[in-house]
């Protein structure tokens, strides 16, 4: 039986080298992949999935709205794949994860879905958190805050590098307006030591 995964980790720990490096050991092995990513994401251009190490693959979008099981089975049809990958699976609707579990359990495609757990604010995305709750398994991908310490949470700057408190829960960004850090200096907000 085909299982839904779900990868999560805080912003830079290489959920998208891991994804890209996923899609490519099954293309090894002569099986094809469908990789998607959220739409709104557009910082390595739109339907394009990148690594901050140089690696990057092209994609399909979605949208909240996209209903992925139904797209799933037009582009299998289409095209068989042995496998669906998700980029930034915390821009997915509750109901689209749902979708993703179908995918999984009515068609035999194994999905796996790679994203953040929480935002700035330390809540919890909602396609994360309906991952959380019904993904058949679980990966923490790890990265370490400056202390050396593992990092959790992320942490959202403005233009002249200070801590953000406040706004909405998506704002696409890199480096420069977001960092990973542990939960004590997350806390603190102390960006280094």
């Known amino acids: 039986m085909s299982k839904l995964y779900f990868s999560y980790a805080a912003m830079n720990a290489g959920k ?85 579990a179908s995918i999984a359990d009515d068609l035999g495609l194994p999905v796996l879905c790679y994203g953040l757990r929480t935002d700035f604010q330390g809540k919890l995305f909602p396609g994360s958190e309906t991952l959380l709750s019904i993904a058949d398994q679980l990966r923490e991908i790890r990265t370490i805050c400056w202390c050396g310490a593992k990092a959790i949470m992320v942490l959202r700057l403005d233009e002249h590098g200070q801590p953000v408190h406040e706004g909405a829960q998506v704002h696409i960004g890199g480096n420069n307006q977001y960092i990973s850090l542990c939960r004590k200096h997350w806390k603190t907000q102390q960006l280094s030591p």
Not at 59 to 65: D, K, L, Q
């Open 16 to 100: 998208s080298t891991v994804l890209l490096q996923a899609a490519h050991n099954y293309e090894e092995r002569g099986m094809q992949t469908c990789l998607f990513t959220a739409r709104l994401d557009q910082r390595a251009g739109e339907g394009r999935i990148a690594s901050r190490i140089g690696i990057a693959k092209s994609a399909h979008t979605f949208t909240e709205h996209d209903d992925l099981r139904q797209t799933v089975e037009r582009l299998h049809t289409e095209a068989p794949f042995s496998c669906v990958l998700v980029d930034e699976a915390q821009f997915l609707s509750p109901d689209q994860v749902w979708q993703l």
